[in-house]
């Protein structure tokens, strides 16, 4: 509560008083706060000077030594509510201003009147070395000025968008700014602000404050506070830890606080009394008959001299700095972090390689060094310099350090790249066993490399004959990717063989031009190929017997076993399975049988299914079947295709197909031998590529086929992987072009499978040709699956019966049946 008093009687009344202390003091009218304490601002914690000094209100400022020796004498007239004592002035508030005065009592100065709403609760302040800071306990606001009144901000910070603080009494130390609630709010907190306005939060509350903190104080580990009401000294750490409300107890009417470095000082009653920084060992110093601020006399904040950077590691220009490297600057003196400053590491071409804010735990402390760790390690032999915001770092008296705004202040080279690629793994690894006759050799090294012409990579068997020897240089068999190199033999390996690998000394080498040692040990890198696994199949085929009538060929019931899995074909009639292209003749296969007569009939090979081997049936009046057991059914060896890809082994030698999309269409051709696939749907239309260009195929689709630059006559198989399954085998036409379609029916894992088609080239070199397909569709989540293609259907471009010159074929060899 606030209370006015007779003006007149009170002048009089304090004369009387200045008589009879045989002191001349002038005296001022004024608005006097009698029953309740309204906080201040205070500076960070002093040094313990020569001189005190107390508010007396209009009664002015008095000062007295800090041992008690000697009398209390007036140093100045102006109105003294809450002080600050630093660099040679004594800053002090009342009457709705800010003044400051000399030391010695001369050059006596109002700085500015307060502003806004309630310029009369223009309360405690604190200094530092740049600025005023001050307070109002009713607008909830604290403002800030140059040292000499000008620059006026009154809202510099303003405490009603958070927690509503009344921050009427603040103490500067480090970064902060800590205050105290006084009398005009319930909250009675003790809370901290950073000097750059951010914040607040709330350090402690002191609930039995009555008449609210009165004074407020710090040094550079705790925040004091007084409690007018119950004559108690609080505490809390800066951090907020270890609060307690009765540091000090049994104190009288105590109004203001004050903490240097040796001791704490009270101003109790009027009185003057010191005690020690542990709150023990109360002294009394000197009566002084004032009982508002106090203020110690600090050099603390006359410190205007910057701090500057006296060395850093690494220094200006050095050279061959480490990779991980930190980077320590040095400065004249300790100092600490400011919230909202950057460090900046660029690179010397001006890239930015990163932004370290200053208070990010990025950058640690000890004294006068900061030490800045990048989140990242330099790269080899590349010039760096180091950028600082302009006072990103402070001295205890809040004086910034300038920063560095030069490219060439703070700069320095990394070290060079001594350190040789390694082979970190391969596939095959070594010793590694099944490994794929036509896999290639991957090589993945501990950094990024690159061929060096003249050296080379040879594999050899285990026998030590040499299978291959391959330029690294080579674009065709080496292909180099980051740290990657891929080794694509020109043949295949053999089944049951071993191998290893060498590789020239400096055959790759990384950027700095530190070369691989290479490979000259037999057993650096070797590996062991598959065995040969082929697959035999049988079928049984059952003729019906007849009469002496002519039986329409038609396919049989089968039964087929290929890799472990059972199909079953339809009996249906041969005409029904073959699609009949534009100018193609289709013949029907047909077998006459007399009874009783016994004629030994053999029936020409069927083009149209997977049990189409040649084979001899017998047909008597006294038979009503025959079983028939078919030679081996071996899969051919298939060079790997991922999906959307083709590969083909062509005279032995791996051929990379081309691929090219258009009009939801693969084409994949190569010098020698090209064809045209397309999905399409039950009812003929095409079914389209998805999103990678890949074709999908699902239970109700069909695959489309045509094939360019074979041997006319020649056979052509065609096949599904990963299991080996013989979807059936075609003649190639007399123009060397035959096309059909396949259908998909049952019984194969959806995934990435290959389409395998056999046959012979133009120019009579065996050809097999892998197409990367997926089986199976995972829209929404459902999955089909198992499908499997059913038989082959083809057109072949010329007549399906060809002379017997050209239907002449060997017994099927047996081939790989690898996956």
């Known amino acids: 509560m606030v209370y006015r008093t007779n003006s007149t009687r009170l002048h009089v009344l304090l004369q009387k008083i200045a008589c009879l202390v045989g002191a001349s003091l002038l005296v001022l009218s004024f608005l006097f706060v009698a029953a309740q304490p309204s906080p201040r601002f205070v500076s960070a914690a002093v040094v313990d000077g020569n001189t005190i000094f107390v508010g007396c209100l209009s009664s002015g400022i008095k000062k007295l030594a800090i041992d008690g020796s ?28 800010v003044w400051r005065v000399n030391t010695d009592g001369t050059g006596s100065v109002k700085l500015f009147d307060g502003s806004g709403t309630y310029p009369s609760y223009l309360r405690g302040m604190a200094v530092d070395s740049q600025y005023i800071y001050f307070g109002n306990d009713y607008s909830k606001q604290i403002g800030r000025a140059n040292l000499d009144g000008t620059s006026v901000d009154y809202n510099w910070a303003n405490l009603t968008s958070s927690l509503n603080y009344a921050a009427t009494d603040l103490s500067r130390a480090s970064n902060f700014l800590f205050f105290g609630e006084g009398g005009n709010v319930s909250g009675k907190r003790i809370g901290r602000i950073g000097i750059d306005g951010t914040g607040p939060i709330t350090l402690a509350t002191d609930a039995d ?3 609210g903190v ?11 506070w007084v409690d007018f009401r119950s004559g108690e000294i609080g505490r809390v750490g800066q951090d907020g830890s270890g609060a307690t409300d009765n540091f000090i107890t049994g104190l009288s009417n105590p109004w203001d606080i004050e903490v240097t470095s040796s001791h704490i000082y009270v101003l109790e009653n009027g009185t003057v009394v010191r005690f020690n920084l542990d709150g023990t060992g109360k002294t009394t110093i000197q009566s002084t008959g004032c009982s508002r601020g106090i203020a110690v006399e600090s050099s603390q904040f006359s410190d205007v001299t910057a701090p500057t950077l006296s060395s850093s590691v690494p220094a200006d220009n050095a050279t061959g700095v480490g990779l991980s490297s930190n980077i320590a600057l040095t400065f004249s003196e300790t100092v600490t972090a400011v919230a909202g400053k950057n460090i900046v590491i660029k690179k010397s071409d001006g890239t ?35 950028l600082i915001d302009a006072g990103a770092f402070v001295d205890a008296a809040a004086n910034g350090y300038a920063g560095i705004s030069s490219t060439t202040a703070l700069n320095f080279v990394s070290a060079a790249d001594t350190t040789a690629p390694t082979l970190s793994s391969s596939t095959p690894a070594d010793n590694a066993t099944g490994v794929a006759t036509a896999s290639n050799i991957s090589l993945v090294f501990s950094e990024n490399v690159t061929a060096v012409s003249g050296k080379n990579i040879v594999i050899k068997k285990s026998d030590d004959t040499t299978v291959e020897t391959i330029s690294v240089t080579d674009g065709g068999r080496i292909s180099v ?14 089944y049951s063989s071993s191998y290893y690998v060498l590789i020239d000394a400096g055959a790759f080498r990384d950027s700095a031009s530190n070369a691989y040692a290479g490979i000259s040990s037999s057993t650096a890198l070797n590996f062991s190929v598959v065995a040969d696994t082929a697959t035999t199949s049988t079928s049984t085929t059952t003729i019906p017997s007849s009469t002496s009538s002519t039986i329409v060929g038609s396919a049989p019931t089968t039964t087929v076993v290929v890799a472990g899995v059972t199909a079953t074909t339809s009996t249906v009639p041969a005409s029904a399975l073959l699609p009949v292209a534009g100018g193609v003749t289709t013949t029907t296969v047909s077998v006459s049988v007399t009874k009783p007569s016994v004629t030994p009939t053999t029936a020409p090979r069927s083009v149209l299914s997977s049990n189409v081997l040649p084979m001899t049936t017998t047909t008597t009046t006294s038979s009503t079947s025959t079983s028939t057991t078919l030679p081996p059914v071996v899969a051919p060896q298939a060079p790997v295709a991922s999906p959307g890809s083709a590969t083909a082994l062509i005279g032995g030698k791996k051929v990379q197909m081309s691929v090219v999309r258009g009009n939801n269409s693969l084409e994949i051709s190569s010098a020698s031998i090209q ?10 239309s095409t079914v389209p590529l998805d999103a990678d260009g890949n074709a999908v195929l699902s239970q109700d689709s069909l695959v489309k086929y045509s094939i360019t630059g074979a041997e006319p006559g020649a056979d052509l198989e065609a096949w599904l992987f990963s299991e080996p399954f013989k979807l059936g085998t075609v003649i190639v036409g007399e123009d060397g072009k035959v ?15 290959r389409l395998v088609f056999k046959t012979r080239t133009a120019t009579g070199d065996d050809a097999t040709v892998s197409v990367g397909v997926i089986v199976g569709e995972t829209g929404g989540g459902v999955s089909i699956g198992l499908l499997i293609f059913g038989t082959l259907i083809a057109a072949v471009m010329a007549g399906l019966i060809l002379p017997a010159t050209r239907r002449r074929r060997k017994t099927r060899e047996a081939v790989d049946t690898r996956v």
Do not use: C, R, W
């Open 70 to 97: 000697g009398t209390v004498t007036s140093t100045s007239s102006n109105y003294g509510l809450y002080l600050a004592a630093s660099g040679g002035y004594v800053y002090s508030t009342g009457l709705s201003a």
């Open 209 to 211: 404050a009555g008449g």
């Open 214 to 224: 009165a004074g407020v104080t710090s040094d550079n580990n705790y925040v004091y």
């Open 352 to 386: 930015t390689v990163e932004t370290i804010s200053a208070t990010s735990a990025q950058v640690t402390f000890s004294g006068s060094t900061a030490t800045v760790n990048p989140a990242s390690n330099f790269d080899y032999l590349t010039g760096y310099y180091v």
């Open 481 to 494: 990717s980051g740290s990657t190199v891929t080794i694509d033999p020109t043949a295949a390996f053999q």
């Open 675 to 684: 064809m045209k696939l397309q999905v399409v749907d039950k009812a003929g």
């Open 739 to 753: 096309s059909g379609l396949l259908p998909v029916n049952s019984q194969v894992p959806a995934g990435d499978h």
